[in-house]
């Protein structure tokens, strides 16, 4: 059992059962964890089959995804919620990740100029940027749908402010990535492959890591309604007779 679990009595979990979140530092804690793994199985698939390292949609970067939510998964199965985040970290989380790799690529191959490959910042930073708005956007937009975030207007705020973060991620990820790595002029060299997708991922998983522990964190309590000088009065009359 993870580190402040408690046991769930009713095993009959209710899907509109109500929110009730886990602790920010458990759940960064275990998906932090998870991005490393993510970054350590795609380091070794890629490395492992070169002929699948290129494929940007179907491949490592697709099918190593499921690990970026498993530890927190399994940490949590005890935990209320548990049917809603499997479903939302190993099933709809790769299919989103397919989602913004096709988006993010696709822009990419039309504005492609094999006379600068890789070397043009700007529409690398567009590509890029698709991709890490797409990403964000779905994911978070399916956080709420299986209702594993806060409806709280201010956690709507966050969620937004979010998103503008991850597309930035994903712009610099992408665009920084080829600069430094050259990988499109020299595709069949699997080091720098390996370090541009890593370049890409890692630390947009990161990031989104912290700002999926703060969206799940358990809500807060409803402040106390204060009294005004009548209620006041009646309360403690009241409370003479």
Request: aromatic share 12%.
């Amino acid at each position: 059992m993870g580190e402040g679990d408690q046991p769930f009595p009713d095993r009959r979990e209710a899907w509109s059962s109500p929110y009730r979140g886990i602790e920010f530092g458990i759940t960064a804690k275990w998906l932090i964890l998870g991005a490393f793994l993510y970054a350590l199985l795609l380091l070794g698939t890629m490395a492992a089959n070169t002929a699948e390292a290129i494929w940007p949609i179907v491949g490592p970067s697709l099918y190593c995804t499921p690990f970026f939510g498993l530890p927190y998964v399994l940490a949590t199965i005890n935990r209320p919620g548990r049917t809603r985040r499997i479903l939302f970290f190993l099933i709809l989380l790769p299919l989103i990740h397919v989602a913004a790799n096709y988006l993010a690529w696709r822009n990419a191959v039309e504005n492609y100029d094999e006379l600068k490959a890789g070397r043009d910042l700007i529409p690398n930073l567009i590509s890029g940027g698709i991709g890490g708005l797409a990403g964000a956007a779905l994911s978070f937009g399916f956080l709420e749908f299986v209702q594993l975030s806060s409806s709280q207007r201010f956690e709507r705020l966050s969620l937004l402010l979010g998103v503008v973060l991850l597309t930035a991620m994903g712009a610099l990820g992408l665009a920084y990535g080829l600069q430094l790595t050259d990988a499109l002029r020299e595709p069949r060299v699997i080091s720098h492959l390996v370090l541009f997708y890593e370049m890409i991922h890692f630390p947009w998983q990161l990031l989104f890591a912290v700002l999926l522990a703060w969206l799940m964190r358990k809500p807060r309590e409803p402040r106390p309604k204060r009294l005004n000088w009548w209620q006041r009065r009646a309360v403690l009359a009241r409370a003479g007779s």
